[in-house]
């Protein structure tokens, strides 16, 4: 399912799948490096193929991508009757941040329970 906006439990709910597409991508680099440091150049396409693969999987189901390297992604949110983001990064258990959407990482803020976030349900 796509979505617009996401709220925290729908979110939430993603994060097994989306930690395997990131862990995916770093494997998928680790192992082109390893093949262009012995001298096979035509791995960039194969290499290039599985990360277009694996980004778009992600990234239909709204979510962005900030940094593959870090793990960090973006899920598109309606806090407090405002554009913003839950923040989330591959090596947390789970989501415990947001920002608006015009502060971005630097802005990061912890998820109280006290935020009006918009839900689905």
């Known amino acids: 399912m ?3 906006y996401f709220d925290l ?3 939430r709910e993603i994060l097994p799948w ?3 597409r990131l862990l995916k991508l770093k494997e998928i680099k680790y192992n082109t490096e390893e093949v262009l440091v ?6 960039i396409e194969k290499y290039i193929l599985n990360v277009d693969k694996i980004i778009k999987e992600i990234t239909k189901k709204g979510i962005i991508i900030r940094d593959p390297d870090l793990g960090l992604v973006d ?6 009757d405002r554009p913003a983001y839950l923040c989330w990064k591959i090596d947390e258990e789970d989501i415990k941040f947001w920002h608006y959407a015009e ?3 630097i802005g990061r803020k912890p998820i109280t329970g006290k935020e009006n976030i918009l ?3």
């Open 18 to 20: 989306l930690k395997e």
């Open 103 to 105: 502060e971005g990482y």
């Open 38 to 43: 012995n001298g096979n150049k035509k791995e």
């Open 75 to 80: 899920f598109p949110a309606i806090i407090n």
């Open 119 to 121: 839900s689905f349900l």
């Open 9 to 11: 439990s729908t979110a």
């Open 2 to 4: 796509d979505y617009i």
